[in-house]
């Protein structure tokens, strides 16, 4: 049988990611990732976007023969899966609500498209090339910006009646306790999230504790990178180990409640933070152990996600072909 291709996008609020995959293997066989910057608006992004893809595939540099299926997309945000549409995207800015991203890729590409969350797809990448192989029963949490989940059950995705099940990102860790993004209190996302872990670190400068991080910031830029996390905690910045520390015994409350109530086979977390730092991963771990009804703990593996920086790319690519095969409701 002939090679099959599809093209992946992962669209962030950071980061634009588009790429040729092989539908056989999960290969990427071309990519390309630029800077979204959401705040230039609408004709920017939308020729940033076909850009990115345009460039993806002549990196893949297919053979004549080859025929790309079509093009999925992963967006941040809550999008119409029917219409294409993006509805809202909080990290993207409003300048993009109601942008018709399937028509947009589908006028200049001239082959199918498919939208979904970033969530989703990511998750999808997990199932049918990842973490999550040969299991139909789990959740994968991606910590960065925010914290997003997706539930696969019976190997189907859960979405819940109106569509926000595996909102865990705002579920309450802390009663009447921090502020959330989303105005909400005490929700998981306002201690665990990177942008959490950023407050508190800026908010102990400010107070003058000492930490590296006072070399290593980017006056630039008002988020605290992951990797310059990473290398706080690897060069024993106790600021840093602190933080992180109290971050990852919240994620694995969230997570803890999360196993005993739903009783997954296995919990694949992935995200920036996740794959830059051992510490998170291995302390929310660790309390997800301890704080568990054992008999839930008994069947599960928490595990790190394995396609990194490529699960949106990859499982977008998947969503295009079982859209096209039929295969998702
Ligand atoms: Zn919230």
């Given at each position: 049988m002939a090679a099959r291709y599809a093209v992946g996008v992962d669209i962030g609020g950071t980061k634009m990611f588009a790429g040729v995959i092989d539908l056989e293997s999960g290969q990427v066989v071309g990519s390309q990732r630029k800077r979204t910057h959401p705040e230039r608006g609408l004709d920017f992004f939308v020729k940033r976007l076909t850009d990115v893809v345009a460039a993806a595939i002549e990196a893949a540099?297919?053979?004549?023969?080859a025929a790309l299926l079509g093009i999925g997309a992963g967006i941040a945000g809550q999008v119409d899966r029917a219409s294409g549409v993006?509805?809202?995207g909080p990290n993207l800015g409003q300048g993009l609500d109601n942008l018709p991203v399937r028509d947009l890729l589908q006028q200049r590409f001239k082959i199918p498209v498919f939208l979904g969350n970033d969530v989703e797809v990511a998750t999808y990448g997990e199932h049918h090339y990842g973490a999550g192989r040969e299991c139909d029963d789990f959740v994968c949490i991606f910590v960065g910006t925010g914290i997003g989940a997706a539930i696969i059950q019976n190997g189907v995705m859960r979405r819940g009646v109106t569509g926000t099940a595996g909102e865990i990102g705002h579920t309450i860790v802390q009663y009447e306790g921090r502020i959330c993004g989303c105005g909400g209190r005490g929700h998981l996302e306002a201690y665990a999230s990177r942008t959490a872990i950023t407050r508190v670190l800026m908010a102990e400068l400010s107070r003058g504790r000492e930490s590296k991080l006072r070399e290593l910031l980017?006056?630039?830029?008002?988020a605290i990178r992951s990797k310059v996390i990473a290398r706080c905690i690897d060069e024993g910045d106790q600021l840093v180990i602190d933080t992180v520390s109290e971050a990852a015994d919240y994620l694995g409350a969230g997570i803890s409640s999360l196993a005993t109530f739903y009783n997954p086979a296995r919990i694949i977390l992935g995200g920036g933070l996740i794959d830059a730092t051992t510490l998170l991963f291995d302390r929310a771990t660790l309390r997800t152990h301890e704080s568990t009804l054992p008999a839930a703990t008994r069947g599960l593996a928490v595990l790190r996600a394995e396609l990194g920086d490529n699960s949106g790319i990859i499982g977008a690519a998947w969503m295009a072909e079982a859209q096209l095969a039929h295969l998702l409701e």
């Open positions: 540099d297919l053979p004549k023969e993006l509805l809202m980017d006056p630039k830029d008002s």
